[in-house]
């Protein structure tokens, strides 16, 4: 089976093997982290340069067509694609309430909105709007170097990880109480304010005993008000008073053990003879049995997580048992969503041209699956005049566009970006789909405290995503996962590997994403006839692989939704039997591996 790009990202010359036949397929873990390193560092060198106004390394160029998309062998023109959430369709008098909200400006009449363009025109000779300077700007529309995958998810976690900290450099905490902070990240190491447990207590319900036995059934001051009966050393009471040699008490799970007492009979094992008086046990009793002993799991001041850790359901529960009532934490990323085009509907069924927006109701809760806090989605429509006001007004850690990352008549994010004086991190990754995304940083135009100096780009980063849906998932994974990482404090994923198990064809130069599920099993398992058996699949009877889907070109959603993961597949595809790098899905472990009809 084979997979192929599909849509605006599809290439003639997908799959074409690389020289030799062979895919690369780089190995061993020194290698591998020895190349990560050097692509960091000739990113940020790269970065360097188009920051202080240096030129830019030479790469391919190609003349851009008269629609303004850069000419390269095999890359068609990208139609604009969907994004939002279910609310009523946005109008354009919607949208015009949008931008006066954000702006001071008083509204133009209909002459000055007749007379002034929304957004700066675009000279046709050069893609670039009037004055603007192009090399400034980084790669503009297609032309010059873009930047590789693996060195585009370098700089996202670099830049997460720097801007996580505060002007000082400092780590940015705030405490919270134990109910609000599940989900976030530790920002100090959790240390045991506690002995766990706290004293001496019993595993099991049962009996207390001293010494050897048989042993004298003794009653415990506790009774049963209703029918007398021996309670016996109950939890949540005072300590009790010691337990001579020979004697036995009941105890409940959780009560403290009595001074002298070396063992704990559980309730089963043991039998009273009411002639005598005496517990016999039915089986042989060890020293210190069913009995916890003080600090077993830790000793106050012993570090029971550190920092960086997420807070899960078992942090919580083990930061209570420790003493905690609050922790400290990494604050949640804050992000803004931003939604261009006006051929987008948030209802019904497609039609006149209109298309329904697939990005808004997936992007939301993608971001929030990945720890940020994510405020509702604005739509702007193709109004730059909106998004310049968007962007300016955000007080966000991070902003997300969705659409007008190209070069068509009304993408306007670049242009926007270099009027606001952005600063283009990544523009442009060698990734199918989403080879138009890219990373910037805001400037933030606020007064500091005193004694600080302003900094020239201080303000949200933003990622732009494609607006192909599959191209908008690859951007989410390649910039916004790790960058959003980083802001949250925690660490990167590390990278795994696994076999593939179909021949999956790749892009000539660029790096491809491919949805791909999970099996465990032979991976030749019923592979004859082109079929599929699951054989062992999900029975843990063989070793992991992955198997590529169906449905995956840049417009689609059909694949990714059936898939946990996404393959990196290197330039030139891959053979049945080499090993891929794996992204996971923020949900993949939640949900059950599925096949059917994507394979």
């Known amino acids: ?71 390269r062998p095999g890359v068609a023109y990208m139609p604009r694609s969907t994004e939002t959430e279910p ?50 700007h980084g790669r503009r529309h297609g032309h010059g170097p873009t930047t590789s ?11 997460g990880r720097s801007g996580q900290s505060g002007r000082a450099g400092a780590v ?26 706290p004293f001496d207590t019993s595993a099991m319900d049962g009996w207390v005993v001293s010494g050897p036995g048989p042993w004298s059934v003794r009653k415990a001051a506790e009774a049963d008000a209703g029918s007398n009966r021996d309670l016996g050393i109950l939890a949540g009471r005072s300590a009790p008073a010691a337990l001579p040699d020979g004697d036995a008490v009941r105890i ?3 009560a403290r053990i009595p001074a002298d007492a070396n063992a704990v009979i ?8 009411e002639a005598t008086g005496l517990l016999h046990a039915k089986h042989q009793v060890l020293p210190g049995q069913d009995i916890r002993p003080r600090g077993q799991e830790c000793r106050a001041g012993d570090q029971l997580m550190p920092a960086g850790a997420l807070v899960t359901p078992a942090v919580l529960g083990l930061a209570a048992a420790a003493g905690y009532d609050a922790l400290v934490l990494v604050p949640r990323p804050r992000v803004d ?26 992007i939301g809760p993608w971001l929030r699956a990945l720890g940020a806090e994510v405020s509702a989605p604005q739509r702007l429509g193709d109004d730059a005049a909106a998004l310049r006001c968007a962007l300016t007004m955000s007080d966000a850690d991070l902003v997300i566009t969705t659409g007008g990352t190209a070069a068509g008549p009304v993408d306007h994010v ?25 990373l910037a940083r805001l400037k933030k135009n606020e007064e500091l405290g005193k004694g600080e100096e302003l900094k020239k780009n201080d303000g949200p980063y933003l990622v732009g995503l494609p607006g192909n849906p599959l191209a908008a998932v690859s951007g989410l994974l390649t910039l916004a996962e790790p960058l959003l990482r980083g802001l949250a404090g925690r660490e990167a994923e590390a990278p795994y590997r696994v076999v593939m198990r179909d021949e999956v064809q790749g892009h000539p130069h660029d790096t491809r994403l491919v949805p791909v599920v999970h099996r465990a099993g032979s991976a030749t398992d019923g592979r004859s006839g082109g079929g599929y058996d699951s054989g062992g699949a999900g029975t843990g009877s063989g070793a992991e692989y992955v198997v590529p889907l169906h449905y995956s070109g840049p417009a689609m959603l059909r694949g990714i939704a059936a898939a946990d993961g996404l393959a990196v597949v290197p330039p030139g595809g891959v053979r049945s039997g080499t090993e891929v790098e794996i992204l996971d899905l923020p949900w993949a472990s939640a949900m059950p591996w599925t096949e059917g009809c994507f394979t």
């Open 1 to 71: 089976m084979t997979t192929g790009s599909g849509g605006s990202d599809r290439s003639p010359s997908a799959g074409v093997p690389s020289a030799g036949g062979e895919p690369a397929v780089s190995s061993g873990l020194a290698a591998r982290a020895a190349e990560e390193e050097r692509a960091v560092e000739q990113a940020l060198a790269l970065v360097g340069s188009r920051s202080s106004g240096e030129p830019h390394p030479t790469g391919r160029h190609h003349a851009a067509d008269p629609r303004g998309v850069a000419d």
């Open 87 to 136: 609310e009523p369709e946005l109008e354009p008098e919607h949208r015009s309430s949008v931008q006066s909200r954000c702006s001071s400006e008083p509204p133009h009449s209909a002459d000055e909105a007749e007379a002034a363009p929304r957004s700066p025109a675009l000279d046709p000779s050069t893609d670039a709007a009037p004055g603007q300077d192009r090399n400034r």
């Open 149 to 159: 995958w693996r060195e585009a998810r370098a700089l996202a976690v670099r830049f």
């Open 172 to 197: 940015r905490a705030g405490r919270l109480p134990l109910g609000q902070a599940l989900g976030h990240v530790l920002a100090e190491p959790l240390v045991a304010l506690t002995d766990l447990p």
């Open 252 to 254: 409940a799970t959780g």
């Open 266 to 273: 559980r309730r089963e094992h043991a039998r009273v003879d």
């Open 337 to 362: 969503v931003l939604v261009l085009g006006d051929e987008l509907l948030t209802a019904g069924l497609p039609h006149d041209g209109l298309i329904r927006d697939a990005l808004g109701p997936m």
């Open 414 to 438: 670049h242009p926007v970006l270099a009027e606001i004086g952005a600063e283009l991190l990544v523009d442009g990754v060698a990734v199918r789909p989403g080879h138009p995304m890219l």
